[in-house]
């Protein structure tokens, strides 16, 4: 690869990691090529771009978007590195390597990942970042939870209307 080709790589990177806030770093060097083009089409069936670069592209990339604040990744970027890169979910990635280490093998380990500018680092975290609720799952939630005392209210008055009107009726007939 010469020099241009890296910068091309580079830039596409930084582009990436600018405009996507959240990213994994995963280590398939314990994989074989069929074993990583199977990951990778786990990964198009959901909708998440995976994509093996060199560590150092990676690093230069982190580097011009967050200066040295990208160190945090230095012990992620040794090996071969994985980059998973889910535009859509946060938690997406975290699923696809558990549910590959599942079906296939254990062979495939979270390197660490960045979620909403955190860092996480190791496979530690694999299950915790797999529980995370996606920002479509956060706002259903909290529709929901805001519905909740309005349905109450409206349930109350509903049954509560026959009651009152039946007692007004009552009260209505004992009077005459």
């Not at 089409?41 to 150092?56: A, D, I, P, R, S």
């Not at 535009?87 to 975290?94: G, L």
């Not at 970042?129 to 929901?144: H, M, P, Q």
Request: contains cysteine; charged residues 25%.
């Amino acid at each position: 690869m010469n020099r241009s080709q890296k910068e091309q790589v580079i830039e596409e990177l930084v582009e990436k990691f600018s405009s996507i806030d959240n990213f994994y770093f995963a280590d398939p060097s314990n994989l074989t090529v069929s074993e990583i083009n199977a990951f990778r089409g786990l990964c198009f069936e959901q909708g998440v771009e995976y994509k093996v670069y060199k560590n150092t592209l990676i690093a230069k990339a982190l580097q011009r978007i967050q200066g040295d604040d990208y160190d945090a990744f230095d012990v992620a970027l040794k090996g071969s590195t994985g980059v998973i890169f889910s535009p859509e979910s946060n938690n997406i990635p975290a699923k696809i390597i558990k549910q590959y280490r599942k079906d296939f093998n254990e062979k495939l380990d979270l390197k660490g990942a960045w979620i909403q500018s955190e860092v996480y680092l190791g496979a530690e975290n694999l299950d915790s970042l797999s529980k995370l609720k996606s920002k479509v799952e956060l706002i259903g939630e909290v529709i929901t939870l805001l519905q909740s005392p309005a349905k109450n209210v409206v349930s109350a008055l509903q049954s509560g209307g026959g009651t009152l009107a039946g007692l007004i009726k009552t009260l209505q007939e004992r009077g005459e």
